[in-house]
């Protein structure tokens, strides 16, 4: 987060110096590099220093595995507890690793064909303490996970 504040006052910085009419050509070009060095900083850092996407599906998984208990048990409590995580584990692996190596298509994207809509109906199967139905959605996405997979070469992760 400092990292983008540091950029975007070094933008901030950048267009003032554009308006004011005082800073040359040469200066605001050395401010745009600056800029885009910053940024292309910003983007390896997010990929080398944050969790990689092995470990954040692994905590995937590990959510998947409890949520079906959660299910199986009326615990519905847990169930939005660990479906609340998985969202943010979702949004972390859209915001890291959006077009990592291994990714055929960006994550966001393949989330929104594989997971959101299925993840979707059975929060509310969830909300609405609906055992047959979250049972059923459950399957699917577990499913969709694998399919995702699939798509991406990696379909001998089986869940
Ligand atoms: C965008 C497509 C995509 C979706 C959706 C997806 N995965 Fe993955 N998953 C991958 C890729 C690609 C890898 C291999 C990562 C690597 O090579 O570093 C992976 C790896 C894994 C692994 C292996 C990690 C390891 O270290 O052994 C597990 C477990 C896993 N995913 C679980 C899940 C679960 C559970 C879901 C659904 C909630 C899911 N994945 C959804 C693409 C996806």
Known sequence: ????????????????????????????????????????????????????????????????????????????????????EMEETFEKIEYIHNNHDELVQPASEQFKAFIYPVFESLEAAVEAHDEPKAADLFINLKTNCGKCHTANNHGFIAL
């Open 1 to 84: 987060m400092r990292k983008v504040i540091i950029i975007t006052a070094f933008a901030g910085f950048g267009m003032l110096a554009a308006c004011s009419g005082n800073a040359n050509e040469g200066e605001i070009k050395k401010l745009n590099e600056r800029i885009t060095a910053l940024e292309n900083e910003l983007e390896e850092l997010k990929e080398t220093a944050g969790p990689g996407l092995a470990e954040l599906m692994n905590q995937n998984y590990g959510h998947l595995q409890k949520l079906e208990t959660a299910i199986a048990e009326g615990n519905w409590e847990y169930a939005e507890f660990c479906m609340h």
